[in-house]
């Protein structure tokens, strides 16, 4: 926590936090209520110690004047601070009058040291400010190229997906066809994973799974049009998730989805495949379920060892998780467990 204060605290600039009052001003003004914190640092010095060490609580006073708002401000304090202090400190207090001659070279001194302070800490607040400056420039030429980099993966994610597609539709082989579906609707989601990478500008390695999910699963709703009037729910919990395994869960749905809309409904017109994400304990449950006619009457390939079934397992490790199957003839549901490390 302090590491990340301090260079804060060096950066911060009364004149500008009081702008658009004019620079003189804000000074002034903040020269004002370093005295003040003074006064009252003086008046518990006295309670402790009575006219002890009069001119110590100048230092912190034009220490803060001078990195907070710049040299001309701890210049007034120092003055400001001297004077006082020889008018109600020293002998004779409530005068300018000097009953010990050695207080003059010791007023010298505490001078040339104010200033001394003066100078090293606007020195200290000129090289933070150009680290503050230097600092947000490489921050604003990293963004920069992040999003070319973005821009330029987008574009091979559609490229990609055109030449698929393409195939696709010049195909007269219906297997290749359907073959070439599925790899679209993987290569659409990695694209809406990719997307979703830059959601938080504080953690682009991450990705937020509710509004990701649902993305995917309107553009599987959309798909599923093409298996009849299947339709499909989506709900979510909120959760922020490492990029590689969100994209093994937006793949996984993928492929859940697809194998429910293809086999469950063997027979039938209509179908509802639900998808759900949520927290569980102190990991998290994906949940995809449908109300078919269930694995015993589904088609072999379903719950066989085709593609489908190992992409399925694969996606599953990759996620940490660990898939379990309930069905019926009331349908079907795939519930797949992911432990606290897969959560962000």
Not at 51 to 75: D, E, K, M, R
Not at 166 to 174: F, L, M, N
Not at 189 to 208: E, I, K
Not at 210 to 239: I, R
Request: net charge neutral; aromatic share 6%; charged share 20%.
């Amino acid at each position: 926590m302090p590491h990340r204060v301090v260079p804060h605290l060096a950066e911060f600039d009364v004149r500008e936090r009081l702008a658009p009052l004019p620079a003189w001003l804000s000074q002034i003004a903040f020269a004002i209520f370093c005295l003040g914190m003074e006064v009252l640092l003086r008046l518990v010095i006295n309670a402790l110690a009575p006219g002890a060490a009069p001119f110590a609580v100048i230092y912190p006073g034009i220490l803060a004047a001078t990195l907070f708002a710049g040299w001309q401000c701890g210049f007034i304090v120092l003055a400001i601070s001297m004077l006082a202090a020889w008018y109600f400190v020293l002998p004779a207090p409530m005068s300018f009058r000097i009953e010990n001659p050695a207080d003059i070279p010791r007023m010298l001194v505490i001078l040339l040291s104010g200033s001394l302070v003066i100078a090293l800490s606007d020195v200290f607040r000129q090289a933070a400010q150009r680290a503050a400056r230097a600092r947000k420039a490489q921050v604003e030429e990293q963004d920069l190229l992040l999003r070319e980099i973005d821009h330029r993966i987008k574009n091979n994610f559609m490229m990609v997906a055109s030449l698929v597609d393409i195939q696709r539709r010049r195909s007269e082989d219906a297997p290749v066809k359907d073959a070439l579906a599925e790899v679209l609707a993987r290569i659409d989601s990695f694209a809406r994973a990719h997307n979703h990478l830059y959601h938080d500008p504080r953690n682009v390695g991450a990705v937020q799974m509710k509004e990701y999910l649902q993305e995917l699963c309107d553009a599987l709703a959309q798909a599923l049009t093409l298996h009849g009037a299947v339709t499909l729910t989506c709900a979510s919990d909120q959760a922020l998730m490492n990029r590689d395994r969100a994209v093994s869960i937006g793949l996984l749905v993928n492929e859940l989805v697809t194998n429910a809309a293809k086999h469950a409904f063997d027979g039938r017109e209509t179908g509802v495949v639900n998808v759900s994400f949520r927290r569980h304990g102190a990991g998290w449950r994906l949940y995809v379920e449908d109300d078919g006619v269930g694995l015993d009457a589904a088609k072999p390939q379903r719950p066989g060892g085709g593609l489908g079934k190992r992409l399925v397992d694969a996606f599953v490790r990759q996620a940490n998780g660990t898939l379990s199957t309930e069905s019926s003839s009331a349908g079907t549901r795939v519930i797949v467990e992911l432990g606290e490390e897969v959560a962000r």
